[in-house]
T-cell receptor, first 116, second 114 residues
Framework: GAVVSQHPSRVICKSGTSVKIECRSLDFQATTMFWYRQFPKQSLMLMATSNEGSKATYEQGVEKDKFLINHASLTLSTLTVTSAHPEDSSFYIC????????????FGEGSWLTVV | AQKVTQAQTEISVVEKEDVTLDCVYETRDTTYYLFWYKQPPSGELVFLIRRNSFDEQNEISGRYSWNFQKSTSSFNFTITASQVVDSAVYFCALTPSSASKIIFGSGTRLSIRP
C-alpha cells in the first residue's frame, strides 16, 4: 500500500522555540494532506487540511499563526509549531489522500512532541 | 450531521475470545467511505479496511471480519480468536463524498489478556 513518512518521530524542544515536522508521501502524489493532533487517550482531532500550492484550511479553534502549514510540493507538507509551549506537547500525525478510487487516506507514523 | 460513534470506550477480553467492536455513523451523503484503523501503543495508525457505501458485502481477512449494515448505519468489526498483539485502540472513520476530511470515532481501546 501507499506509504506516508513522518519525521521526526520524537522531538524535545525548549519552550519558546519552533519545531518543524515533515510529512512525505513516498510512492504517490498527494494534493491534499491532513494534520491531526491527539491528546493521550483521546481521538484524533483534525487541525488543518493542507492543499498543495495554496493556503491551508484550519479547523475552528486552531491558531494558524502558531501552527504553520506549508504544502510546497505534491509529496511534502510541513507543520511548524512556533513559539512552542508545554501545552503544545502532544502526538501529531499527518495523513495523505492516495487519490485511488476509494479515496483511501494513509497516515504517517506520527510525531511525539515534548516541550520542556 | 456527519458523525461516527464508537460507544465502547474500552474492552478487555481473554486471549482466544472473539470480540466485536461497534461503529455507528451518521451522514446525509449517499456516497461515502468507511474505514477502520488500528493504533498500537507506538502511536502510528494502521489502515485495516475501506468500504464504500455501495458495497454492503461483508468482508473477512484472516481473523478479522467486518459487517456493514446500511439499514442500521453500522460498520462493526470482529476479531476472531483474539491475540495479545491485537491490543490497541481501534478507530472507525467516515469520509462523506461532500467533505474532503475524514471523521473519526472516539476509538475503542481493546486489551487482550493472556
Amino acid at each position: 500500500g501507499a506509504v506516508v513518512s513522518q519525521h521526526p518521530s520524537r522531538v524535545i524542544c525548549k519552550s519558546g522555540t519552533s519545531v518543524k515536522i515533515e510529512c512525505r508521501s513516498l510512492d504517490f502524489q498527494a494534493t491534499t494532506m491532513f494534520w491531526y493532533r491527539q491528546f493521550p487517550k483521546q481521538s484524533l482531532m483534525l487541525m488543518a487540511t493542507s492543499n498543495e500550492g495554496s493556503k491551508a484550511t484550519y479547523e475552528q479553534g486552531v491558531e494558524k499563526d502558531k501552527f504553520l502549514i506549508n504544502h510546497a510540493s505534491l509529496t511534502l507538507s510541513t507543520l511548524t509549531v512556533t513559539s512552542a509551549h508545554p501545552e503544545d506537547s502532544s502526538f501529531y500525525i499527518c495523513s495523505a489522500r492516495a487519490g485511488d478510487s476509494g479515496n483511501t487516506i494513509y497516515f504517517g507514523e506520527g510525531s511525539w512532541l515534548t516541550v520542556v | 450531521a456527519q458523525k461516527v460513534t464508537q460507544a465502547q470506550t474500552e474492552i478487555s477480553v481473554v486471549e482466544k475470545e472473539d470480540v466485536t467492536l461497534d461503529c455507528v455513523y451518521e451522514t446525509r451523503d449517499t456516497t461515502y467511505y468507511l474505514f477502520w484503523y488500528k493504533q498500537p501503543p507506538s502511536g502510528e495508525l494502521v489502515f485495516l479496511i475501506r468500504r464504500n457505501s455501495f458495497d454492503e458485502q461483508n468482508e473477512i481477512s484472516g481473523r478479522y471480519s467486518w459487517n456493514f449494515q446500511k439499514s442500521t448505519s453500522s460498520f462493526n468489526f470482529t476479531i476472531t480468536a483474539s491475540q495479545v498483539v491485537d491490543s490497541a485502540v481501534y478507530f472507525c472513520a467516515l469520509t462523506p463524498s461532500s467533505a474532503s476530511k475524514i471523521i473519526f470515532g472516539s476509538g475503542t481501546r481493546l486489551s487482550i489478556r493472556p
